[in-house]
């Protein structure tokens, strides 16, 4: 016949062997503040008999040191939780995590009511965080508290160390490549104007047009497949003579080739189409897509070690980006 099982020891069930209070049982068990030497003893007795194990959560929620890291998304709407980026970002802050005994949660944060960060920071509950898209409206409003426990992809601030990509240099080396294949007529689909990461490559493009003498052609984008779409529309019908089209990221290329398709448009024979950050999807379509490196787990792992072991850095850390030439361009 099988025993019943038993249920683990409690704190409550300590303090109750012991003969003292539960909070003198907390504060011998977690190592703060006073007891007795004589308490201590009988609570350490008391938890060894029981076989009482602490919570390790619990006991970082009174000490206040947080049990999971927050990656906090600046977005215009909550959609942009579902950009695959973040999977990799939240992928390569858990791997951090884990061996700290700490969960990863995610969260929004409302372009436009940078306010909530410290309804969030307010959580004893969280340890440190990320913050992603960063503006500096957030930045403004990241509270004295969580100075020291918060870092940003993106840009910084004297009291906020940043880590990201060095998109410029990237988008540079993707629009030499176009360039040096004989494109001439180069449109660029850019990202949100609001990020700062956006303006980098922006520039880049338009420091190419000014040496070569090439035409400006820029239309907004946001990230999205559903934005490329629609943008070779545009392009094609504003700028019919275009002969390869930029993008800001790797889910916009794939949408442009989509949208060019549709038009009965060649890639690349008619157009050649570039993107980046070289997603699983980019080496997979059809024709592989041109690129350049975006290491965001290495970036999301620096980011995440900053917050739980805090060091000296630079306010600024870019990670470089290289040229993947495939088949669209």
């Avoid at 004297?158 to 993707?174: E, F, H, L």
């Avoid at 790797?250 to 448009?265: F, K, P, Y």
């Avoid at 000296?312 to 850390?317: E, F, G, H, N, Y």
Wanted: proline share 8%.
């Amino acid at each position: 016949m099988t025993a019943p099982a038993t249920r683990p020891a409690t704190l409550e069930d300590v303090a109750r062997v012991a003969g003292v209070s539960r909070s003198t049982a907390s504060r011998v068990i977690a190592r703060t503040g006073s007891a007795s030497p004589a308490a201590r003893d009988r609570v350490a007795a008391a938890a060894d008999q029981l076989g009482y194990v602490p919570d390790p959560a619990a006991r970082a929620l009174v000490r206040g040191s947080g049990v999971r890291l927050a990656v906090a998304v600046v977005g215009t709407t909550a959609a942009v939780l579902d950009d695959p980026y973040l999977d990799r970002v939240v992928a390569a802050a858990a791997r951090v995590c884990t061996p700290h005994g700490l969960g990863v949660t995610l969260h929004w944060l409302p372009r436009h009511a940078p306010q909530t960060l410290r309804r969030l920071t307010a959580d004893r509950g969280i340890r440190g965080m990320v913050l992603v898209n960063t503006t500096k409206p957030v930045l403004d409003a990241v509270p004295r508290s969580l100075r020291g426990r918060v870092v940003s992809i993106g840009i910084g601030s004297p009291t906020v160390p940043a880590y990201d990509i060095d998109n410029g240099a990237g988008a540079t080396q993707v629009l030499r490549h176009l360039y040096a294949t004989g494109r001439r007529r180069i449109a660029m689909v850019t990202g949100p104007r609001w990020l700062i990461c956006a303006g980098r490559s922006v520039r880049a493009y338009r420091g190419l047009a000014r040496q070569a003498g090439l035409p400006v052609r820029l239309v907004p984008g946001d990230f999205t497949a559903a934005r490329g779409r629609e943008a070779a529309r545009e392009i094609l019908e504003r700028w019919p003579d275009t002969d390869a089209i930029y993008a800001a990221s790797d889910t916009t290329a794939l949408g442009v080739i989509a949208g060019l398709r549709q038009r009965g448009r060649q890639v690349p024979g008619d157009i050649a189409v570039a993107g980046f950050d070289d997603i699983p999807l980019a080496e997979l379509s059809t024709p592989a897509l041109t690129t350049a490196s975006h290491p965001v787990g290495r970036i999301a792992a620096a980011a995440a070690e900053a917050v739980l072991e805090p060091r000296p850095a630079p306010p600024v850390t870019l990670f470089p980006s290289a040229l993947i030439p495939r088949d669209s361009a």
